[in-house]
């Protein structure tokens, strides 16, 4: 019988699937290969290893959450299904037009990003809504049904229906969705009226576009997921991450699969945030680095910082604009292709480049003797002394020194010169400046000031890399938490089930209309709270109500908090009030003489989050007990140094380890530098801070 209270949590990540397996808050956790052909091969793995090492079967399981990269993955890599766009007529190449901004305002060869779907498969229909939501032009069903004959014909395997203005009245969608139904019933549709009900069509239509292109390939991933683990006895719910950082059912998850882009890295932001609020720390960089990608996260108040539209697939590092938009709730944060199998590779002006490619699980780094021949970050830190190759990964894979430095020496030492070792030297310290690079910018974007902040770092590769980053940013504390490997799997068993609802209808405050206000609030709440409800009956449901505003005339829009009050008796002096408060703390001015309006309105439903305790921190009580040593390169000395290695099981609460050193365990290790020295906290964590 299924127990409530044993959950399971996995991510499946570019690399390594990381499985968690609570019972009665114990974790058992494991690291096992990403199986790309068959994702759910690597989950069905990894339960029954951690079930092993609980004692338990699989049917006992009460819950299980999952979070993944293959949405990501799929758009960046363009495995969708055949897709076509129906748009109405004058739209067609929207998404290929773009916002016609220079992301690199001095790049004479400027190349676009090419859209999701080509030309071709872009087709129009007449119609039209206007921007009040009245209708200009019927659409007629005959015109619908022509357009769809052709597209059936052409062999598609799923429909984006975007139109315009269709948030604010969906009728002419549905017409077309109507039809679709009737003459390709094998076919899936996607609407944008329902994917992502707001205003600026490019983002709206690439966003309607990037879930139709998923949706077959994640449908049927999930219903294969839930049909193996039924077949290996699992009887509970299963649940999917969202980008916004809870929960949803795998039924709206399939129906919505662009949700579920990054959603494995939302959950290591839930990760950072719950140590952040047992640590009553204020400010937190959130630094997760996994096989793949490294994602950094600002949390401010214990509450990582979130936005409307992300981009994914960015062509030119770092410049917004150069990627394809995703207009969703998100957890807002800057993601680089710097994992621990980002290959390197030497450019034209003979310079070591990190990434974006990578190595995944296959073949993997050269050091795995699976077949890669290139050298990938994991090879530079294992010939760097910073992983034993005995005891990878718990032991489980057997890294191979030689293969890492003849790809080292062959892809880098022999062009450019230079012995293997200081080849190693070179991509270790062009990945951590560019992670470094990489907060910098993101910090710089929203205000903030590292040097106040606290880093928490999780991942398999993030603890390796951690204490280097914290030496390039000023930032004076590290915390890497007990299961810092598996972060992101932790943090979806942290993580509340929750479903923000947004719908864009424009208003001035000169004409604000309290009762339309009101209802319209009303029912976004049921729509949010609905898909919570399904999720979890019995939950209390919080509800959080948020506004989009501007001055007229401004192009884009700033966040505005509601109370519950505010939002079941609107009023215009309030919302003013409200606005000019947040405008000054992020501009220090308010612009006299301007109205002001609202452009989106947004309801997030959400069970209360996990009550945490503040952590009576640890006093220092003496130097921890060593088993052994070996030399470990520090970046910052540009040399080998003598480094004791550390147990982490074997540090008892206020034992402390002097840098450098090599902390391990069985799912990472923690590089302490000769910069700074180590502490283990009473909850496990190891608590880095500068020397002196």
Not at 572 to 579: E, V, Y
Request: net charge negative; aromatic share 6%.
């Amino acid at each position: 019988m299924p127990d409530k209270t044993i959950r399971l949590g996995v991510d499946i990540g570019g690399t390594f699937t990381d499985v968690v397996l609570e019972v009665a808050e114990r974790p058992y956790s494991t690291k096992v290969l990403t199986t790309y052909a068959a994702p759910e091969n690597a989950i069905i793995e990894g339960m029954h290893q951690v079930c092993a090492k609980a004692g338990i079967e699989p049917g006992q399981i009460g819950q299980i959450i999952h979070g993944t990269t293959l949405a990501t993955n799929a758009l960046i890599e363009r495995r969708g299904a055949k897709t076509a766009l129906i748009t109405t007529e004058g739209f067609r190449d929207v998404i290929e037009m773009r916002t016609e901004s220079r992301f690199e305002q001095y790049d004479l060869n400027l190349s676009l990003p090419e859209p999701l779907l080509p030309r071709q498969m872009r087709y129009t229909v007449p119609g039209r809504i206007d921007a009040t939501g009245a209708e200009l032009m019927p659409l007629a069903r005959a015109a619908v049904v022509e357009v769809v004959e052709r597209i059936a014909a052409a062999g598609y395997e799923s429909v984006a229906v975007g139109l315009i203005h269709s948030y604010l009245n969906p009728a002419h969608e549905r017409l077309v969705a109507e039809v679709v139904a009737e003459l390709m019933p094998e076919a899936m549709v996607s609407l944008s009226s329902e994917v992502s009900p707001q205003m600026r069509e490019y983002e709206r239509f690439n966003t309607v576009v990037a879930n139709a292109y998923i949706k077959p390939l994640m449908k049927s991933y999930l219903g294969r997921l839930a049909q193996r683990l039924a077949d290996e006895g699992t009887r509970c719910d299963i649940f999917l991450m969202h980008s916004g950082g809870g929960i949803i059912s795998i039924e709206s998850a399939a129906e919505f699969p662009v949700r579920l882009v990054e959603s494995g890295p939302a959950g290591g932001a839930v990760f950072a945030a719950n140590i952040a609020a047992r640590y009553g720390l204020e400010k937190v960089l959130s630094f997760d680095m996994g096989g793949t990608t490294a994602k950094i996260c600002l949390i401010k108040s214990q509450t990582p910082k979130t936005a409307r539209v992300f981009e994914v697939a960015r062509t030119y590092r770092f410049k917004k604009g150069s990627g394809m938009p995703i207009s969703i709730p998100v957890i807002d944060m800057v993601e680089i292709g710097a994992g621990g199998g980002s290959l390197a590779h030497v450019d034209a002006l003979r310079q070591i480049r990190v990434g974006p490619q990578s190595a995944g699980s296959e073949p993997g780094p050269a050091c795995y003797g699976r077949g890669g021949e290139r050298p990938a970050v994991t090879d530079a830190d294992l010939v760097l002394g910073k992983l034993d190759p005995d005891n990878f990964a718990g032991g489980s894979i057997q890294l191979d020194r030689a293969a890492a430095e003849r790809a080292l020496a062959e892809t880098l030492g022999d062009p450019l010169e230079m012995a293997t070792e200081t080849a190693a030297f070179g991509l270790a310290e062009v990945v951590d400046e560019n992670m470094a690079n990489a907060a910098r910018v993101h910090a710089v974007e929203n205000g903030e000031d590292l040097a106040d902040y606290t880093m928490i770092a999780f991942g398999g590769a993030a603890p390796l890399h951690a204490g280097r980053l914290c030496e390039k940013l000023g930032v004076e504390r590290l915390l890497v938490p007990p299961g810092a490997g598996v972060g992101s799997a932790i943090g979806f068993l942290r993580a509340p089930f929750s479903f923000e609802a947004n719908r864009s209808v424009y208003m001035k405050l000169s004409d604000f209309d309290p009762e339309a206000i009101r209802r319209l609030l009303a029912e976004l709440q049921e729509e949010a709270a609905g898909f919570v409800r399904g999720c979890a009956p019995e939950a209390e449901v919080l509800t959080e109500y948020k506004v989009y505003m501007r001055y007229t005339g401004q192009g884009w829009e700033i966040p505005v908090s509601l109370s519950a009050d505010q939002a079941a008796a609107p009023d215009a002096a309030t919302f003013l009030r409200l606005f000019e408060e947040d405008y000054v703390k992020l501009f220090a001015r308010t612009v006299a003489g301007l109205d002001v309006e609202i452009t989106v309105w947004s309801v997030n439903a959400t069970t209360p989050p996990e009550e945490v305790a503040r952590l009576a921190e640890a006093e220092a009580a003496g130097p921890g007990e060593a088993s052994g040593e070996r030399q470990i390169f520090d970046p910052a000395l540009g040399q080998f140094r003598t480094a004791q290695v550390v147990d982490r099981e074997s540090l008892e609460p206020g034992q402390n380890v002097a840098g450098p050193a090599a902390i391990t365990e069985a799912e990472t290790t923690i590089i302490v530098p000769a910069s700074r020295s180590a502490l283990r906290q009473p909850d496990g964590c190891i608590d880095l801070r500068a020397k002196g």
